[in-house]
């Protein structure tokens, strides 16, 4: 039979090790012949998002399939993606099938609550709440950590038999897709802010849209499928220099759906963070005295503008409201063509809010983008004065007035951003220990270079304060 191809036999073990293989559908067959979901919260959870054809059906209802969602808490609130509801934007609204696929299963009325359409999520709640009295039905966990390339992950989804003359009384086909994370990517629709995809190596069919990614090794939320990625992705086959080409599948990172969570207070369940995170809400929310500053909840990074011939450093001081969310962005420096996709990040991001004697209040936060120059040698000086960052007026957060780049390391070709996360106290000394994003070997020559920036404290009223930093560094690969 020839040699046995590597990746294709890596595949198969993780799909053993997970319980899973891909499951595709037989002809009119309810399910497919595929072992069940490693984890039963998954098929719990999902739900198919429908627009009914009939209201007073004896056999059940005949519907329209739009795709797929799945539940996140027990008040009945569920996340999409966006793009299934555009025929909703000005009038009706979607319904959703949800029970068991073996059944009894019910159509309910499922209005939008809040929908992102530039990151393609949406938040739907379902009318009444299916969880009283449903026992068996279930909601997912949310994690905005990423997983590495090469990671496991499953696609989870509910699909009619018969798309085109689908009926709710027939059970659906369960799909639970498993591949490997192949990376991370930006992309940005004609008209739409960026948006960071997460691509990875199982097909996606008509109708997955809006199922939940998981991460096969944590069982918790990573990404919301949103499609297949159109521009076919390269991928090595072994040792023997082999390649194969795919169209791999594309999932929205679930940060932007934890974002229009917090921005309409839904509570949602988020996975335990390690020791070196900062700490959860729950956490957060248990001090009763003193001042806290705001924790970065879900944050993203941008890419490196393309049309950059250097590099720049961009710094925003932007208040954390009680809601998590920023408001009052203002612009200490920066300049085109990195300021615009900056700004469409951090309009995204989400904080556990500070706290002080154990209540909500709104506090300043320092924002720093760095982007290093790609150049080999150097071309410009690594050294950068910023005096602007002592020039605040009134409240403002702490912000570097000398910033260093950090020297590309030796022996790798890695790129992307490393985002950290810290304090900076009434000194202006820099104190950094929550590696929120580790691109590999990227991540320790980032944080020493900022051990050596110069800081201006933040300041309340008339009085230097303690103030929290995020510093987002974000590589090219150098050229020589």
């Known amino acids: 039979m020839g ?28 399910k497919s012949d595929s072992t069940d979901a490693p984890d039963p919260a998954i098929p719990a959870a999902l739900c198919q998002v429908v627009y009914p054809l009939d209201q007073t059906p004896e056999e059940g209802y005949r519907y329209v399939f739009l795709g797929n969602g799945f539940f996140v808490n027990d008040q009945g609130y569920l996340l999409t993606a966006a793009h299934l509801l555009s025929s909703f934007r000005h009038s009706g609204q979607p319904y959703i099938l949800v029970g068991p696929p073996e059944g009894p ?40 950590e990423l997983p590495e390339a090469g990671s ?38 004609p008209g739409l802010s960026e948006k960071e995809l997460v691509l990875y190596d199982a097909p996606v069919v008509s109708g997955q849209s809006g199922s939940p990614l998981v991460s096969a090794e944590t069982h918790t939320v990573v990404g ?22 795919i169209s791999p599948g594309a999932a929205v990172r679930i940060h932007y759906a934890i974002g229009l969570l917090e921005q309409q207070r839904v509570a949602w369940h988020m996975a335990a963070r390690n020791a070196e995170q900062p700490a959860s809400p729950a956490a957060v929310a248990e001090q009763k005295k003193g001042f806290t500053a705001p924790v970065p909840l879900s944050v993203v990074p941008t890419r490196y503008p393309p049309q950059a011939l250097y590099g720049s450093d961009v710094l925003l001081d932007a208040r954390v409201e009680t809601n998590g969310k920023l408001s009052d962005i203002r612009m200490v420096t920066g300049s085109a063509p990195f300021v615009e996709p900056v700004l469409d990040a951090v309009r995204t991001w989400t904080f556990v809010p500070a706290r002080k004697d154990g209540r909500a209040v709104q506090a300043r936060i320092g924002i720093v983008f760095q982007f290093p120059q790609s150049f080999l040698p150097d071309v410009t000086p690594r050294e950068h004065k910023h005096p602007e960052a002592a020039e605040g007026k009134g409240d403002h957060a702490a912000l570097p007035t000398v910033t260093i780049e950090p020297e590309y390391p030796a022996n790798t070709t890695a790129d992307g951003s490393v985002i950290f996360y810290g304090l900076v106290d009434k ?19 980032s944080v020493s270079a900022a051990e050596h920036w110069v800081f201006e404290a933040g300041q309340q009223g008339e009085t230097k304060t303690e103030s929290a930093v995020v510093v987002v560094v974000t590589f090219r690969r150098p050229v020589t």
């Open 3 to 30: 040699k046995i191809n590597q990746k294709v036999a890596r595949r198969a073990l993780v799909a053993v090790a997970l319980g899973l293989c891909l499951l595709l559908a037989r002809g009119a067959a309810a």
């Open 105 to 144: 299963r019910r159509m309910l009325e499922a209005p939008i609550v809040a929908a992102d359409w530039e990151h393609d999520v949406a938040v739907l709640r379902a009318t009444p709440n299916p969880f009283r009295g449903g026992k068996k039905i279930g909601y997912l966990t949310l994690s905005a």
């Open 152 to 189: 496991g992950v499953v696609s989870a989804s509910l699909r009619p038999v018969d798309i085109e003359n689908a009926l709710s009384a027939r059970a659906p086909v369960e799909d639970f897709s498993g591949g490997e994370v192949i990376r991370y990517q930006f992309f940005r629709e």
């Open 224 to 245: 919301v499928v949103v499609g297949r990625w159109l521009h076919p992705a390269v991928l090595p086959t072994g040792n023997d220099g082999g390649h194969e080409t």
């Open 427 to 445: 000194q202006g000394e820099f104190k950094s220990k929550s590696i929120l994003r580790d691109v590999g070997a990227l991540t320790a020559p």
